[in-house]
C-alpha cells in the first residue's frame, strides 16, 4: 500500500514514519509539508492511503481535499489533527477517517489494516474479470454483511453506513425519504449535522457497494433511496420465502427444514441494537421459532429424538418463557423414557415462570406433564 504524509511538522513526519514502518505492507512513497508540492504529486501518481494535517499556512488540509477530490482522484483520505472539531467538516469532503494527535499506533494500525482489507477486496474483484454480476451475498442473520463470492466479505467504512445498508435492506427496494433517513438513523444530531453525516454515509455505502460490482444498486433521487436486491442473494429473504413454503413440515421435508433452520445464524443484524428494527427483529425471530417447533414435531414423529432434543434446547436458550418448546421437549424426553429429565424440564420452567413474571404453567401444560409422567409409570 502506498502512502503519502503531509503535515508541516517535521516530528510529525519522524512519529508517522516510526509507527508506519511496523507495517510491512505500507510502502511511504511521499512525505510533504505543505499542499501544493503534495498535490503536484498525487494527480501524477498512483497512492492508496493520504494522511494529511488540517492546521497548515496558506492552505488548509480541508481546502486541499476539497480541491483534491474536485480533481477526481479517488484516493482515500485519513486527518490528522489536535482539533476534535473539525470532524464534521472533515465528512465533508468525504474523508476516509479522522485521528486526533497525540496519534496512538494500535489506533493508527487499525485505520490501515482496514485500509488494506479493502484494497484486498477491490483486487479480489479485478482478479476475477471485474465481474459485472459477481456472486455477492447481503447478509442480515446474526450481523450485517456482504460477501463476494468464495467467503470474501467486504468492510464497512464506517457503523453508520452499515446501518443505512441494514435499514435499506429491510425495506426491501422500496424508496426511503431522506427525512425518515436522519429521524430513524440520526435521531438527536442537529439537522444540518445530520444531514452532513447522511450524505457521506450514503457516499461510503455507494464505495462499498462498488467493491462489489454493485454501485449501481444503490438508487436515489433527489430526496429518496433504495436498495436493490435484483442481483443479489439475501439471507433474510431467503429464510423468510423458505418458512413460508415449510408451513408444514413432513418426514419428505425434514432435511430442507434443516437447512433453513442453519440458515438462521442469529437474531436480525446480531448485536446491534437498532432501535428501528426492533419489530422486524420480533418477526424473523418468531418465524425461526414457529420453524424450530414445526421441524422438531416431525423429527418427534419420525423418531429422532436426539436432533429434536438439541434444536429444542437451542429454542429454550433463546426465551426461557416460552411454553410451545418445554412442551415439545417433554415430550421428546418421554418418547426416550426419561422420566427425571421430565420432571427436571417441569420444575425449571415452573421455578422460571413464578421467578419472573410471577405466574405458573398454563393447564395445558400442567395436563401433558401429568400425563407423560403417569404414562411412563404404568
Known sequence: MKVVLIDDEKAMHLIMKRMLAKLSEVEIVGVFKETAAAFAYLVNHDVDLVFVDISMPRETGLEFAA???????PIKLVFVTSHKDYALLAFDVYAYDFIVKPVDQ???HRTVHRAL????????VHT???????????NGLGGIDIQITQGVSVKWKSSKSA???????????RFISRARLVEDIFNGMPQKNA????????YQLRKVLELCGLKESLLSDNN???????QVSVDTLNFEEGCKELSVVEERTIEQAMELEQMYTGDLFGERGFSWAWSEVSRLSLMYTALVQRLCGALLDKGDTHTAIRLLKKLISRNELDEEPRMLLMRAFALQKNKEAIDQQYLQFKNTLHQEIGISPS???ISLYAQLISGLEL
Open 363 to 365: 393447564l395445558e401444560t
Open 195 to 202: 444531514e452532513t453525516y447522511l450524505n457521506t454515509t450514503v
Open 163 to 173: 446501518e443505512l445498508f441494514a435499514y435499506l435492506l429491510i425495506h426491501k427496494g
Open 117 to 124: 482489507a479493502e484494497k484486498s477486496a477491490e483486487q479480489w
Open 128 to 138: 476475477k474479470g471485474n465481474l459485472s454480476n459477481p456472486q455477492v451475498k447481503f
Open 67 to 73: 480541491r483534491l477530490r474536485a480533481s477526481g482522484k
Open 224 to 230: 429518496h433511496y433504495a436498495l436493490s436486491l435484483n
Open 106 to 108: 494500535e489506533r493508527l
